[in-house]
């Protein structure tokens, strides 16, 4: 069983940054690891994902320019750093990770059997 830890979210206001931290209890060469965020009433929504542990790094074109995605393998940690926040980019934000993913379904929150537990982010003035 893969356990995703979380580090805590933030209330900044617009224009600042956070960054998020995931640690993984078993990572693998095959393991891919993404980021999601849900909204109320919405289901989650694909943030970014590096498709296995020496694969590509994809990014939703909403957050394209302003999150970064990284990973320090000597850790098992990977980082969200989330620069220029808005107001819409508030939401629960989750890692995620499965060992089995191919790459057409990376933005595929449903592919994905392992979560962390979720950190809140509220931008706002």
């Known amino acids: 069983q893969v356990q995703l830890v979380q580090s805590a979210g933030g209330l900044v206001q617009p224009g600042e940054s956070l960054r998020l931290s995931c640690t993984i209890s078993?990572?693998?060469?095959?393991?891919?690891v993404g980021w999601f965020r849900q909204t109320p009433g919405k289901g989650r929504e694909f943030v970014a994902a590096?498709?296995?542990?020496?694969?590509?790094?994809y990014y939703a074109d909403s957050v394209k320019g302003r999150f970064t995605f990284s990973s320090d393998n000597a850790k098992n940690t990977v980082n969200l750093q989330m620069n220029n926040l808005r107001p819409e980019d508030t939401a629960v934000y989750f890692c995620?990770?499965?060992?089995?993913?191919?790459?057409?379904?990376?933005?595929?929150?449903?592919?994905?059997?392992?979560w962390g537990q979720g950190s809140q982010v509220t931008v706002s003035s």
């Open positions: 078993a990572r693998s060469f095959s393991t891919t």
């Open positions: 995620a990770a499965g060992n089995s993913l191919i790459l057409s379904s990376v933005r595929n929150a449903a592919q994905y059997p392992y």
């Open positions: 590096k498709f296995r542990s020496g694969g590509a790094i």
